[in-house]
């Protein structure tokens, strides 16, 4: 169970994808303090992502939890690997 709505936790699971590509699947876990098994399971859906998650997230990325949930961050178009925003 999460206090976040399903749209939120959709965009706050994109920021994790986005972060974990961007910093690396090792180095990510270790950098929000998580345990790298539960940042898989939030990858794949099979366990929620919860407030405090969205929190770390977004103090790692340096946006507002506000940007995570509501899929301000990343920027749409954002390559994970480079950073580079494609434009429209």
């Known amino acids: 169970m999460s206090d976040l709505t399903r749209e939120e936790q959709a965009h706050a699971r994109e920021a994790v994808?986005?972060?974990s590509i961007r910093i690396g699947a090792t180095a990510f876990p270790k950098a929000i303090h998580?345990?790298?098994y539960t940042?898989?399971?939030v990858l794949d859906g099979r366990i929620p992502v919860s407030a405090s998650l969205a929190v770390r997230v977004a103090r790692?990325?340096?946006v507002g939890v506000d940007?995570?949930?509501t899929g301000k961050f990343p920027p749409a178009g954002t390559c994970p690997h480079c950073g580079q925003?494609?434009?429209?």
């Open 39 to 41: 940042i898989r399971r």
């Open 67 to 69: 940007d995570v949930l």
């Open 85 to 88: 925003v494609r434009s429209p």
């Open 17 to 19: 994808r986005f972060l």
């Open 60 to 62: 790692l990325a340096s």
């Open 34 to 36: 998580a345990d790298p």
